[in-house]
Nanobody, 125 residues
Framework: QLQAFGGGLVQAGGSLRLSCAASGRTFSSYHMSWFRRAPGKEREYVAAINWSGGDTYYADFVKGRFTISRDNAKNTVYLQMNSLKPEDTAVYYC????????????????????WGQGTQVTVSS
Protein backbone atom coordinates (compact mmCIF):
# COMPACT_ATOMS: atom_id res chain seq x y z
CA GLN A 1 0.00 0.00 0.00
CA LEU A 2 1.26 3.46 -0.93
CA GLN A 3 0.35 6.68 0.85
CA ALA A 4 1.26 9.97 -0.81
CA PHE A 5 1.25 13.26 1.03
CA GLY A 6 2.86 16.68 1.10
CA GLY A 7 0.80 18.46 -1.53
CA GLY A 8 -0.69 21.89 -1.03
CA LEU A 9 -1.06 25.40 -2.38
CA VAL A 10 2.09 27.30 -3.28
CA GLN A 11 2.90 30.41 -5.27
CA ALA A 12 4.75 30.21 -8.56
CA GLY A 13 8.48 29.92 -7.93
CA GLY A 14 7.93 28.15 -4.64
CA SER A 15 8.80 24.65 -3.50
CA LEU A 16 7.10 21.57 -2.12
CA ARG A 17 8.31 18.14 -1.14
CA LEU A 18 6.06 15.19 -1.72
CA SER A 19 6.47 11.94 0.16
CA CYS A 20 5.15 8.48 -0.56
CA ALA A 21 5.27 5.95 2.23
CA ALA A 22 5.01 2.26 1.47
CA SER A 23 3.84 -0.44 3.81
CA GLY A 24 5.51 -3.83 3.94
CA ARG A 25 9.11 -4.99 4.16
CA THR A 26 9.98 -5.31 0.47
CA PHE A 27 10.23 -1.66 -0.52
CA SER A 28 13.73 -2.14 -1.94
CA SER A 29 12.30 -4.72 -4.33
CA TYR A 30 10.46 -1.98 -6.17
CA HIS A 31 11.41 0.74 -8.58
CA MET A 32 9.37 3.84 -7.80
CA SER A 33 7.93 6.67 -9.84
CA TRP A 34 5.83 9.78 -9.69
CA PHE A 35 3.09 10.59 -12.16
CA ARG A 36 0.64 13.45 -12.26
CA ARG A 37 -2.75 14.27 -13.74
CA ALA A 38 -3.61 17.86 -14.49
CA PRO A 39 -7.24 18.95 -14.84
CA GLY A 40 -8.64 17.73 -18.14
CA LYS A 41 -5.49 15.82 -19.06
CA GLU A 42 -4.25 12.25 -18.98
CA ARG A 43 -1.99 10.99 -16.25
CA GLU A 44 1.64 11.59 -17.22
CA TYR A 45 5.04 10.44 -16.08
CA VAL A 46 7.12 12.85 -13.99
CA ALA A 47 10.13 11.04 -12.50
CA ALA A 48 11.43 7.57 -11.68
CA ILE A 49 14.04 6.02 -9.43
CA ASN A 50 15.38 2.50 -9.42
CA TRP A 51 15.28 0.18 -6.41
CA SER A 52 18.64 1.30 -4.98
CA GLY A 53 18.30 5.00 -5.74
CA GLY A 54 21.32 4.83 -7.99
CA ASP A 55 19.47 5.70 -11.17
CA THR A 56 16.97 8.49 -11.65
CA TYR A 57 14.99 9.62 -14.66
CA TYR A 58 12.96 12.73 -15.38
CA ALA A 59 10.43 13.99 -17.83
CA ASP A 60 11.85 16.87 -19.83
CA PHE A 61 9.42 19.38 -18.38
CA VAL A 62 10.75 18.88 -14.81
CA LYS A 63 14.46 18.43 -15.44
CA GLY A 64 16.48 20.83 -13.34
CA ARG A 65 13.49 21.65 -11.12
CA PHE A 66 12.38 18.37 -9.54
CA THR A 67 14.45 15.75 -7.73
CA ILE A 68 13.33 12.23 -6.94
CA SER A 69 14.98 10.33 -4.09
CA ARG A 70 14.26 7.45 -1.78
CA ASP A 71 15.10 6.16 1.67
CA ASN A 72 14.76 2.39 1.74
CA ALA A 73 15.21 2.31 5.51
CA LYS A 74 12.08 4.46 5.82
CA ASN A 75 10.16 2.82 2.95
CA THR A 76 9.67 6.26 1.45
CA VAL A 77 10.17 7.95 -1.89
CA TYR A 78 10.30 11.72 -2.24
CA LEU A 79 9.77 14.31 -4.92
CA GLN A 80 11.39 17.65 -4.23
CA MET A 81 9.75 20.24 -6.45
CA ASN A 82 11.41 23.62 -6.90
CA SER A 83 10.67 26.59 -9.15
CA LEU A 84 7.08 25.50 -9.40
CA LYS A 85 4.94 26.80 -12.23
CA PRO A 86 1.16 27.08 -12.54
CA GLU A 87 1.29 24.31 -15.16
CA ASP A 88 2.62 21.96 -12.47
CA THR A 89 -0.82 22.06 -10.87
CA ALA A 90 -2.04 18.47 -10.75
CA VAL A 91 -2.77 15.50 -8.57
CA TYR A 92 0.52 13.70 -8.03
CA TYR A 93 0.63 9.92 -7.70
CA CYS A 94 3.39 7.59 -6.63
CA UNK A 95 3.67 4.19 -8.23
CA UNK A 96 5.62 1.00 -7.54
CA UNK A 97 7.05 -1.47 -10.03
CA UNK A 98 8.22 -4.82 -8.70
CA UNK A 99 11.73 -5.51 -9.99
CA UNK A 100 11.83 -8.47 -12.35
CA UNK A 101 13.94 -9.77 -15.19
CA UNK A 102 12.28 -7.62 -17.80
CA UNK A 103 12.90 -4.16 -19.14
CA UNK A 104 11.36 -1.40 -17.08
CA UNK A 105 9.48 1.12 -19.19
CA UNK A 106 9.30 3.63 -16.39
CA UNK A 107 7.19 6.19 -18.23
CA UNK A 108 4.39 3.75 -19.00
CA UNK A 109 1.44 3.69 -16.60
CA UNK A 110 0.59 0.06 -17.29
CA UNK A 111 4.00 -1.09 -16.02
CA UNK A 112 3.18 -0.40 -12.40
CA UNK A 113 1.90 -2.83 -9.80
CA UNK A 114 0.69 -0.41 -7.13
CA TRP A 115 -0.49 3.18 -6.99
CA GLY A 116 -0.91 5.67 -4.20
CA GLN A 117 -4.10 7.68 -3.78
CA GLY A 118 -2.67 10.98 -5.02
CA THR A 119 -1.93 14.33 -3.42
CA GLN A 120 -3.08 17.66 -4.84
CA VAL A 121 -0.51 20.29 -5.79
CA THR A 122 -1.81 23.72 -6.74
CA VAL A 123 0.52 26.45 -7.97
CA SER A 124 -0.90 29.94 -8.11
CA SER A 125 0.42 32.61 -10.46
Amino acid sequence: QLQAFGGGLVQAGGSLRLSCAASGRTFSSYHMSWFRRAPGKEREYVAAINWSGGDTYYADFVKGRFTISRDNAKNTVYLQMNSLKPEDTAVYYCAAYRVRDLGWYFDQLEEYDYWGQGTQVTVSS
